[in-house]
């Protein structure tokens, strides 16, 4: 409480609020775990392929009709990086978060033979300065609370580090915090298991906190909280008063478990027992939507309410197997998954509800970013002449949802690991960048040297490596790349030999 005090104090003295409260939109934000660009019967491609017919998401369908659908949405390629992304609107080469954090000052990084991570932010994001190997920032949530809004964070977290401020999620502006803790992952999806919990107390640092009423009782986690966030909602609702509803589940995450409503089917079309496991999460997360939805229009509220969908990441493309087989969530014809610079690990599903703003069934083929979130966000909230200690990276989208025809490719878009994470598809992030500017996009492996250019509108599986056909493209984004890190002050790998940064890719 001592640094939520503290902190409303300081923002209650900058921020006001533009308009009656009951006139601003309230504004759901269902972000899904590890959800790659293929895994829905949505396409976000130019056809429906037979990954989309594999997957039942009948809600998320409702929502791209009554919506717009983004093709080209972007996330960091790990899941701490594009959450702190998310709240503070910082890119992740300028926020340092840019690897996954747990235990406080753990470094968690792959070893490597040659080169060593920076001192990168391990403890995460900080609403109050002073906490070592921190970014200090003014919170999304933060500034929302101050502008009027009752502000709700349900499911996983992973903003701060255990025993630091933003482990807990009411440090960092939320009202309410449902089972958000330090860990990105659940200990368990099952009641029965107490989700991942000793039966009387949290298991460290995975069980899932604050859900013991539901122990033993046959509920599934997204189920479990789905029905607390709706029980949160009721606050806020009858008051008349606007909320904001950070939904965040642990589905898609590891450890994969049968979610019984749903898994039969999927057996049944003949998909293995982890493949219907998958599949099954994601139908879940799916009805999770459809029950919100469901709720607001029940509630009379659903023509002022705002729904963005996203992913936090791509997709798993292969992860260790548990019983013989491997999961897989294919992200083709995107290559790899989650932790890779690769389209398949930072190329994500996303819709965007707004009513009387947001043409229903429309198709955006503009590109973004996920701190674009934070800009657009305030931007759709009316929360305006806020400051923030932090310099803002992100760009609001709300030009892209008013006019469809708006076009962003002029802006280069940056992504950047100086750190090694493991990945069990050989294509993992390890000490890489890239940028895409309009079609192309450059990826440069800090450890070789090595170059990568790709036209993603004629190769979009990222299999010809054209650096040497186009020289000139190559060194043009080079050099916005370097550009670009330097304006973030980004961290770069370290020769172990040397001890000393590596030089800039240009």
Known sequence: MG???????????????????????????????????????????????????????????????EG?????????????????????????????????TLEKDEEIDGKDSVLTPPLWNINGMSPVPGIDRTTYVTPLPAILKAGGYYTIHCGKAHFGAISTPAEDPI???????????????????????????????????????????????????????????????????SRNEPFFLYMAHYAIHVPYAPDKRF????????????????????????????????????????????????????????????????????????????????EGGIRVPMIVKWPEVVKENSINNNYLIIEDFFPTILEMAGVKNYKTVQTIDGISFVPLLKNPKFNSSHRPLIWHFPNKWISYDGYGTN?????????????????????????????????????DKYPDKTKELLLLLTKKLKEYDAQRPINKQTNKALPWPQ
């Open 68 to 100: 717009m659908k983004f093709t080209n949405a972007y996330t960091s390629p790990i899941c701490s990086p594009s959450r702190i992304s998310l709240m503070t609107g910082m890119n992740a080469a300028s926020h340092k978060v840019t690897n996954w």
């Open 263 to 342: 898994m039969q089917k999927y057996l049944d079309a003949g998909l293995s027992t982890n493949e219907a496991e998958y599949a099954a999460l994601v139908e879940g997360m799916d009805k999770s939507l459809g029950d919100i939805m469901k709720y607001l229009k029940e509630k009379g509220i659903d023509k002022n309410t705002i729904i963005i969908f996203m992913s936090d990441n791509g997709g798993l493309s292969l992860v260790p197997p548990r019983s013989g087989t491997p999961y897989t969530s294919k992200n083709f014809p995107l290559k790899a998954g989650k932790g890779s610079i690769y």
């Open 171 to 237: 440090n960092i502006g939320f009202d309410v915090n449902i089972a958000g803790h330090a860990a990105g992952g659940p200990g368990s999806y099952l009641s029965e298991e107490y989700y991942g919990n000793y039966k009387d107390k949290l298991k460290e640092p995975w069980g899932v906190p604050g859900l013991q009423a539901y122990y033993g009782t046959h509920t599934f986690l997204t189920e479990a909280l789905t029905r607390e966030a709706l029980k949160a909602i009721d606050k806020p609702v």
């Open 3 to 65: 640094v939520s005090k503290y902190f409303f104090t300081f923002l209650g003295g900058i921020f006001c609020f533009n308009g009656r409260a009951q006139n601003c939109p309230n504004i759901v934000l269902f972000l899904v775990d590890d959800m790659g660009w293929q895994d829905c019967s949505v396409p976000f491609w130019t056809k429906t392929t037979t990954l989309n017919a594999r997957y039942h998401t009948p809600n998320m369908e409702l929502l791209a009709k």
């Open 431 to 467: 000490f890489r960048s890239a940028i895409r500017l309009g079609n192309w996009k450059l990826i440069y492996n800090w450890k070789t040297g090595k170059k990568e250019l790709y036209n993603l509108k004629y190769d979009i599986e990222e299999q010809k490596n054209i650096s």
